[in-house]
């Protein structure tokens, strides 16, 4: 089994008993996500506070 394929196993495994298809499939978007950012971080995708902070006042405006 691939790497992917057993982390993906693993969390699944890791959900209570009745959780549901959404909760499931919401984990696994959250783990990807972590990891994407993890990857961008590590190659110096990154923006500063200050450079958020702008980005965001012009979505309120």
Do not use: C, H
Request: hydrophobic residues 35%.
């Amino acid at each position: 089994m691939s790497s992917l394929k057993a982390r993906m196993a693993e969390i699944i495994q890791e959900q209570p008993e009745d959780a549901t298809y959404e909760e499931i499939m919401r984990e696994l978007a959250f783990e990807r996500m972590v990891e994407r950012g993890l990857a961008d971080s590590r190659t110096g995708r990154v923006i500063s506070n200050e450079e958020m902070g702008r980005r965001i006042r012009t979505w309120q405006k």
